[in-house]
């Protein structure tokens, strides 16, 4: 009888191990998945106002099942693809699609982007610190991707 107890024992312990890799490895996918990945090729630049532009970085982890994902950040205005990268790796995208071809129609403080894809992530505003201010843009969506 006394065998019993440590066979149980031995059970009770083993399933409260494999419980705490369980959550362990679920802890690693949950804060993976919100990380802010490093966007790959400045694909387009627009401006907004006099000091600021939308970036649009292709992001190429894609593959044959997998389509390319296109973020959309809006940063200081900068004639340097590399330094515009750097701003981008700090920053947060307002929208990303799987979208080569969205159209941008920009004004003084806000844009249009008009898209026939898949839409990701969106926020409708967006800004960046300049000097002692802060520039901020308003961004309206306009989808026309029709799912069956």
Do not use: C
Request: net charge positive; glycine share 8%; charged share 15%.
């Amino acid at each position: 009888m006394q065998n019993a107890g440590g066979f149980k024992r031995k059970w009770v312990w083993l399933v409260i191990l494999l419980a705490m890799v369980a959550v362990f490895f679920a802890g690693l996918g949950i804060g993976s998945s919100r990380s802010n990945p490093y966007p790959g090729v400045l694909k387009t630049l627009v401006p907004i106002g006099s000091t600021g532009a939308i970036y649009v970085f292709r992001w190429d982890k894609g593959g044959t099942t997998v389509p390319n994902l296109y973020r959309y950040y809006f940063l200081a205005k900068t004639s340097n693809a590399g330094e515009a990268l750097k701003l981008a790796q700090a920053a947060t995208p307002f929208l990303v699609t799987d979208d080569a071809d969205s159209k941008i129609l920009a004004s003084a403080d806000s844009a249009q982007i008009t898209t026939d894809a898949r839409i990701y992530e969106f926020s409708s505003k967006a800004g960046f610190n300049s000097g002692d201010d802060y520039i901020s843009a308003t961004f309206y969506l306009s989808n026309s991707l029709h799912r069956p």
